[in-house]
């Protein structure tokens, strides 16, 4: 079945968290640059990356092309991180302004 090129491989969307080696799911930057602490947002870059959601482990997100990690104390708890980290997903096209339904 390969060659008719209108069904593109599913590419894996999980990776494994560099630190503790859980699959974590894809997230869109724009789902992050508003939870990351001033300072880092200018390392958000547009690109996809990946959020751990073991509580036991202190990577939030990561890039593994660009190798960047964020970790538990990068990301600014007085956003509305839970959101992002708890969001049923249904958005994540990026669009970053769904959240209110
Ligand atoms: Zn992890």
Known sequence: ??????SKKNEKTKKECPLCGKPSGNIHYLAIRPVV????KKLVQ????YICNNSDCDVVF???ETEIIFLTRDIDMTSN???VSKSNTKCSKGCGGCKGE
């Open 62 to 64: 990561f890039n593994e």
């Open 37 to 40: 602490k001033e300072d880092l």
């Open 46 to 49: 547009e690109d996809s990356y």
């Open 81 to 83: 991180f839970y959101e």
């Open 1 to 6: 079945m390969a060659g008719c090129g209108c």
